[in-house]
């Protein structure tokens, strides 16, 4: 069974902190994907990372694939309160079906 | 103009009771999924269908019986409504069942009384 596993699940920090959230597995995943949710809605996506050591940025978000494709981070420079919400990592599962299986989920609330 | 729309948003109906969620996609897409968010946030499958084509169908009650009139369509029925199926439940679609971005709808609140 594949597995996510995500840490923290829960983090409340000032505004203006730097914060990173783990995704690590002992399988390997062919793509990584980031969501975020907000209260009331679906999960969005943010980004997908695909090969080993890939890094990506969007603004103030780094996303990192390890080089074994088995782990993810996410880190957030200067969190402002703007990011507060549920942050879910996902990654598909080797046979080709569909199937996203989803990490628990970190809650970020970042206080101004 | 929503890409992913389900009904009703919330739910709110005695144990035993059947109920049905509906789901619409409007993007073209050919995989839908039903996933069911429990009271800890954890999102889990529940079933997929592609182009009608029923492709997932996890460990799921069969008191849950999904159905696809057509791959812009894929709705949920539940019999029987127990207290343990009060969660939030999530459709999403993507543009074919590899490994595509998912696009969810804002989910449909179930409590059971």
């Known amino acids: 069974t594949q597995l996510l596993e995500q840490s923290p699940q829960f983090l409340s920090i000032q505004e203006g902190e730097n914060l990173t959230v783990y995704c690590n597995s002992s399988?390997?995943?062919?793509?990584l994907q980031w969501y975020r949710q907000e209260p009331g809605e679906g999960p969005v996506l943010l980004v997908t990372v695909v090969t080993g050591g890939e890094v990506k940025k969007l603004k103030r978000l780094t996303f990192q694939f390890g080089d074994a494709r088995k782990d993810s981070s996410l880190h957030i420079t200067a969190a402002q309160p703007g990011d507060t919400g549920l942050y879910l990592c996902?990654?598909?599962?080797?046979?080709?079906?569909?199937?996203?299986?989803f990490g628990q989920g970190t809650t970020l609330q970042v206080k101004p | 103009d929503t890409a992913v729309s389900q009904t009703p948003k919330y739910l709110v109906t005695q144990m035993g009771n059947d109920k049905s969620i509906k789901c619409e996609q409007n993007l073209g897409h050919d995989t839908m999924y039903w996933y069911k968010q429990d009271s800890k946030k954890f999102l889990k499958i529940m079933f997929s269908y592609n182009n009608k084509e029923l492709i997932i169908n996890e460990t799921v009650p069969n008191r849950f019986s999904p159905k696809s009139p057509d791959k812009a369509h894929l709705n949920l029925h539940i019999n029987s409504l127990e207290l343990g199926d009060s969660a939030v439940y999530f459709c999403?679609?993507?543009?074919?069942?590899?490994?595509?971005?998912?696009?969810f709808g804002d989910g449909t609140r179930l409590s059971i009384l």
């Open positions: 996902a990654g598909y599962s080797r046979s080709n079906t569909g199937k996203l299986i």
């Open positions: 399988s390997v995943f062919s793509s």
């Open positions: 999403a679609s993507s543009q074919n069942r590899g490994f595509q971005p998912q696009h």
